[in-house]
């Protein structure tokens, strides 16, 4: 297995997963096209964020987005944390942890002071995963708007 940052190349097969993911997502639906530009935009601006991956030979199992913004509060830089998916066929083999942890180092690395997501509220499994790997449950309640 290798970890790492996504490249160009990568984008097929990143689109295929945020389409597995997103069908199971309330709010979204799968839309390649949109996949795909969001893909490159960020894989070609790492100041906007990075996309990191786990892979075996060339085929990526699983794939997640750290986005960047700069946090008043801390002064800092401060990570979103996005789109994390593994293979259907590779769950519960290890490969979302070892994923997360990579993610997890790579902030820091980068200087990220704090990392935020999102998880469908019915998603138990998904809230049991993150707070297997050192996520707390934050008392903000999130709002969104569609524009």
Request: hydrophobic content about 45%.
């Amino acid at each position: 297995m290798e970890l790492k940052t996504a490249e160009l190349s990568d984008i097929p097969q990143l689109s295929q997963l945020l389409n597995s993911l997103f069908v199971q997502e309330i709010e979204f639906t799968p839309n390649e096209q949109a996949h795909r530009r969001a893909l490159k935009t960020i894989i070609s601006n790492p100041q906007i964020g990075h996309i990191l991956v786990i892979k075996e030979t060339n085929k990526v199992l699983g794939m997640v987005n750290i986005l960047y913004t700069i946090s008043t509060a801390l002064g800092a830089k401060v990570g979103i944390l996005e789109d994390m998916v593994i293979l259907k066929e590779y769950r519960a083999q290890g490969l979302g942890v070892q994923l997360i942890t990579f993610a997890l180092e790579f902030a820091k690395e980068n200087e990220c002071k704090r990392l935020t997501l999102l998880t469908d509220a019915d998603n138990t499994d998904a809230h049991k995963f993150y707070e297997k790997v050192g996520f707390s449950r934050s008392c903000m309640l999130p709002f969104r708007i569609t524009l």
